[in-house]
């Protein structure tokens, strides 16, 4: 298996522009997570999903954040309008899920966004 | 959601063993542990996780006393390569929301 994809793998845009970035998990993987590393707030959850549904968002930081995943492949995270602000380094990550207590998550290489 | 204590850095020689320790006194009873590893420009990679006691396997050993207040993961004989920040990470038997990465330990291993 490839592992987690995510592309782009650096992004740089203008305040205000749309940033998407894209996700596909590992097969057969139920639950997607999107996270954000900064140097100043460390590695944080965004939000993730089970079986396609978005479980808990609480960690989107406001609503020019926007996540979606339309099958069980492909995830999206939006920024709209980006700014300075969203620079940092957004991971995406898989897991196959809580049974038998495995919550192992695996991880992609991550996008690189610069807004400047 | 069960906070994580521990060193913001530590250093070492290769082949020493060396243990981080992780501070988790809120730890609920379906909490488990879970150890990661991040070099620079990647994303963390897992190491081991357990619940109680002790889990070995080929990379690292996890000790958790009894009352599951903390927990060591231990490396054995280090080379360069394991230079990189380490996160404990508690919690996930509610759901992953409960699984937070902290600052993490940042490991250096030195010739």
């Known amino acids: 298996d490839a592992g987690v994809i995510q592309s782009p793998r650096h992004e740089v845009t203008e305040m205000g522009q749309e940033v998407t970035l894209r996700c596909k998990p590992i097969?057969?993987?139920?639950?997607l997570f999107w996270y954000r590393q900064t140097m100043m707030r460390g590695l944080e959850l965004l939000i993730y999903?089970?079986?396609?549904?978005?479980?808990?968002d609480s960690g989107m930081p406001e609503d020019r954040f926007s996540a979606k995943m339309p099958n069980a492949s492909f995830s999206t995270l939006k920024i709209q309008p980006s700014e300075p602000r969203d620079s940092a380094v957004y991971f995406c990550?898989?897991?196959?899920?809580?049974?038998?207590?495995?919550?192992?998550?695996?991880f992609g290489p991550g996008t690189r966004l610069t807004v400047t | 959601l069960a906070k994580t204590t521990q060193p913001i850095s530590m250093d070492s020689y290769e082949g020493q063993e060396v243990n981080i320790t992780c501070s988790h006194n809120?730890?609920?009873?379906?909490?488990?542990i879970t150890w990661y590893q991040q070099f620079p420009s990647q994303g963390p990679r897992f190491i081991i996780q357990?619940?109680?006691t002790k889990v070995t396997n080929e990379v690292a050993s996890l000790f958790i006393p009894a009352d599951r207040k903390s927990s060591t993961l231990s490396l054995p004989r280090v080379s360069l390569s394991d230079t990189a920040v380490y996160y404990c990470?508690?919690?996930?038997?509610?759901?992953?929301?409960?699984?937070?990465f902290g600052k993490g330990t940042m490991l250096l291993v030195s010739p």
């Open positions: 357990g619940y109680k």
């Open positions: 999903f089970n079986n396609n549904v978005p479980i808990d």
């Open positions: 809120n730890i609920a009873t379906n909490d488990y």
């Open positions: 990470l508690v919690g996930a038997g509610s759901g992953y929301s409960t699984l937070t």
């Open positions: 097969s057969g993987h139920d639950y």
């Open positions: 990550a898989s897991s196959l899920g809580g049974t038998s207590g495995d919550y192992e998550q695996y």
